[in-house]
């Protein structure tokens, strides 16, 4: 009951004190504001970098040609050896003829049906391939020049160098929002930690009192950890806005994709909600370890 009341109290101390104070802690909740609508940002584009690479990974084929002196046979022994292949997705390697490949052409255009339709298995200049899927696409040109050195595969295609540039930069993207968040987070917690210096100096006599009339460290500490808690919630209202209906915007702006079927956006719902959560969440975080550090280094109690 005593820890009900002495947490009731604080509550309300708390709350006094930030309308007490109303400068600094609106100096507070706008940099609160500022950084998690940036660190909303940062969430969403590294979220959605990372989709994208997935999704590149799931679609990037390497497709291995097949000399067409090589007979069935020998076509078995090569897939036994690509199966070998670490890199490999051993339930993705598919083996398409070129007879097969000539009809799906053919079915494209009828330049293409005028020119192939008298081609016959002997005389068609179209190879077997094999279809192949990676398990790590930042092996996948290892992988590629494994196949090649099979005997009876002439050449690997998997849009070389596009690809490994296209990860690369999804990569450094990705890094670099992770560094922003944190950069950002760091600063704000130390911001909010000044300004609850500056509350903290500003009631030095109320605290002296509160100590004189018995008042233990921790009935002095609560209010102000209180107080950061609440100045991270409110800066965290109007990110959570604009996340929720920014994103929203923004994935029907472009109807779910960015510039190809390759690079989609992440479904908002429910998506937004899971950022609004950890937005808040941080807010609240930050909020209240800023103020507790100021609390530990400053008043040294």
């Known amino acids: ?5 002495v947490l009731f109290r604080s509550l309300r101390d708390s709350i006094k004190s930030v309308f007490r104070n109303f400068s600094l802690s609106l100096a507070s909740i706008s940099c609160i504001t500022i950084t998690l609508v940036v660190v909303a940002i940062s969430i969403i584009l590294s979220y959605n970098v990372n989709n994208f690479t997935k999704l590149v990974e799931k679609d990037v084929t390497i497709v291995a040609f097949i ?7 020998k076509i078995s022994d090569i897939e036994s050896q690509i199966l070998t292949i670490d890199n490999i997705e051993k339930k993705n390697v598919k083996f398409i003829d070129k007879m097969t490949i000539s009809e799906e ?4 255009s009828d330049v293409f049906k005028d020119i192939m339709q008298s081609w016959t298995e002997e005389n068609t200049p179209v190879q077997n391939t094999y279809q192949i899927k990676v398990t790590d696409i930042n092996l996948i040109s290892k992988t590629a020049d494994e196949i090649k050195d099979i005997e009876g595969i002439t050449s690997v295609k998997y849009g070389e160098g596009m690809v490994e540039q296209l990860v ?3 990569d450094l993207v990705r890094k670099g929002c992770i560094g922003i968040v944190i950069a950002l987070i760091v600063v704000t917690a130390f911001l909010i930690g000044n300004t609850i210096k500056i509350t903290i100096f500003s009631r030095k006599k109320e605290i002296e009192i509160m100590r004189l009339v018995g008042a233990s460290n921790i009935n002095i500490k609560i209010p102000f950890i209180f107080e950061g808690l609440f100045l991270g919630a409110l800066g965290s ?3 959570i806005i604009i996340n929720i209906f920014g994103y929203k915007e923004l994935y029907d702006h472009f109807d779910g994709k960015m510039f190809s079927h390759l690079i989609k956006l992440v479904n908002p719902t429910p998506f937004v909600y899971y950022i609004s959560l950890l937005l808040l969440a941080l807010g609240m975080l ?3 370890f800023g103020s507790w550090r100021a609390v530990r280094k400053y008043l040294k109690i």
């Open 1 to 5: 009951m005593k820890v009900v009341r």
């Open 67 to 73: 000399d067409n002196t090589v007979d069935k046979d």
């Open 105 to 108: 052409m053919m079915a494209t």
């Open 168 to 170: 690369s930069v999804f």
């Open 237 to 239: 209202i109007i990110p």
């Open 286 to 288: 930050v909020g209240m």
